[in-house]
């Protein structure tokens, strides 16, 4: 039987669609968003009925019949944490996407943009997958340093979860059998470490530690940090802002644009060059610690995301880590095909859909 998904992917600046019939993309888009235009909206919420209608324009422009579709997979949000796998959009879980319970992110409207459509579709179902509050970390590796501070598992689970799954079909062996560290480099960088399937411990990506990305500065000295709070001269939204939008390669270079700061250091930009060596250098540390926490038993290390196309990251990466473990690059990351064939599985009955209640949630 021939089922159609509909994958929904909103990021900060751009809504990415894809149709797939079975395994099969028969439609993508990338939706790029006016930047002026989204700061009209007070909150990433309030951008719900602008996406919406954008993505109803771009399917029915492009004749695609959603009366035709089966299932809407969207991209999670940052909800609470919960198990890995597939959730139904319930009312509990669109509660905390609207109000933004773990905080505003893009992607709270993956699940809200699918459970609206589909409940005008006869038949339709409404799903997340892997979001980003994916939660598999060991009890050891919660823990901070202060009790008023815990360690939260926020990460691209979606992806590396999709790329352990596919580097162990290669190998034909069961995700669940391997021990796995998996870099995802974009606008954000987490480095996870995946022992036979669950992640027992990964950086906080969004807007805690780990390496400084193209737009997030990572681990800050923590004493400068607390004397900047208090100096007077910034706020609150202003500091956060420097952690996450406006650090990393935009605090040094004035660009988000990876690939441009990869121009320039080939053109031989020193600054450009030293500040990308930088971030590569903090994420090989960052892939040697989780590889500790694996206890050196690691079968591969995968570098996936949109930076791992620039060959002098890899490289400097690869010399860094390469002693521990093969090093395998999955370049670019293709969380479409991750959603859709997640809402795949479940049409198929091959995985059981989850609930997200009190079953699922973790640390309720």
Request: net charge negative; proline share 3%.
């Amino acid at each position: 039987m021939e089922y159609r998904i509909l994958a929904i992917n909103p990021g900060s600046t751009s809504t990415k669609i894809a149709v797939y019939n079975n395994a099969k993309p028969v439609f993508l888009k990338d939706i790029r968003h006016d930047v002026e235009k989204l700061k009209e909206f007070k909150r990433i919420s309030d951008q719900f009925k602008f996406r919406k209608e954008i993505i109803i324009t771009e399917l029915k422009d492009s004749h695609i019949n959603i009366d035709t579709i089966n299932a809407i997979v969207g991209r999670g949000g940052l909800i609470r944490p919960i198990e890995s796998g597939v959730y139904r959009i319930n009312d509990k879980l669109k509660k905390d996407l609207q109000e933004a319970t773990l905080g505003e992110h893009a992607s709270n409207l993956g699940g809200l943009i699918a459970d609206d459509i589909a409940k005008d579709l006869p038949g339709c179902h409404a799903f997340i997958a892997d979001p980003v509050v994916v939660d598999e970390l060991e009890d050891v590796a919660r823990i901070s340093g202060h009790p008023e501070f815990k360690r939260m598992s926020i990460f691209h689970a979606l992806n590396q979860k999709a790329t352990a799954r596919s580097y162990a079909r290669l190998m034909n062996k069961r995700y669940e059998e391997l021990n796995l560290v998996i870099a995802h480099m974009g606008g954000g960088i987490s480095v996870g470490a995946h022992r036979h399937g669950r992640v027992v411990d990964v950086n906080q990506a969004l807007d805690g530690e780990g390496p400084f990305s193209p737009e997030r500065s990572g681990t800050l000295p923590a004493g400068a940090l607390a004397k900047l709070c208090f100096n007077g001269k910034h706020n609150l939204d202003e500091i956060k802002r420097w952690i996450t939008g406006s650090g990393g390669y935009v605090a040094y270079l004035n660009t988000n644009n990876a690939y441009e700061v990869e121009l320039m250091a080939e053109e031989g930009d020193e600054e450009a060059r030293l500040i990308q060596d930088a971030m590569s250098y903090q994420i090989g540390k960052e892939i040697a610690a989780m590889c500790a926490v694996l206890h050196g038993e690691v079968d591969a290390i995968i570098l996936t995301g949109g930076i791992s196309h620039n060959p002098m990251v890899v490289e400097y990466v690869k010399k860094m880590v390469s002693f521990i473990a093969p090093v395998v690059i999955y370049p670019g990351e293709d969380e479409m095909h991750a959603l859709a064939m997640n809402g795949l599985l479940v049409l198929k009955g091959e995985i059981e859909a989850k609930d997200y209640d009190e079953t699922t949630i973790i640390g309720k």
